[in-house]
């Protein structure tokens, strides 16, 4: 069984920058993508951000050259690093690893 635990929330300041992590625990058997999506309260999910297994990396229109995912190369990990946020809705970010949920750390822009 395959958990998702994200890191790196919170509250930040429009304009700014914040790093999101996601490890999975548990063994993930071959090639896997990763995924990040945002819901934010009354909206749909969307997928923000996906990296392929082979390190390609794909993006919402609305984040594409803000945003960047990355994994590691050693471990079952992969990041978004989000800049330039914009003030929006508080949304809570989702990591999907080998279709693995994680619960969501929350991201608030505002000043």
């Known amino acids: 069984q395959v958990q998702v635990v994200e890191s790196g929330g919170g509250l930040v300041q429009p304009g700014g920058s914040l790093r999101l992590s996601c490890a999975a625990s548990?063994?993930?058997?071959?090639?896997?993508?990763g995924h990040w999506y945002r819901q934010a309260p009354g909206k749909e999910r969307e997928l923000v951000a996906t990296?392929?297994?082979?390190?390609?990396?794909f993006y919402a229109d609305g984040v594409r050259g803000r945003f960047a995912v990355s994994r590691d190369s050693a471990k079952p990990m992969i990041h978004l690093q989000m800049n330039d946020l914009k003030p929006e809705a508080p949304a809570v970010y989702y990591c999907?690893?080998?279709?693995?949920w994680g619960r969501g750390p929350q991201v608030t822009v505002s000043s």
């Open positions: 999907v690893l080998a279709h693995s």
């Open positions: 990296i392929t297994a082979g390190g390609g990396a």
């Open positions: 548990g063994s993930i058997l071959g090639a896997y993508n």
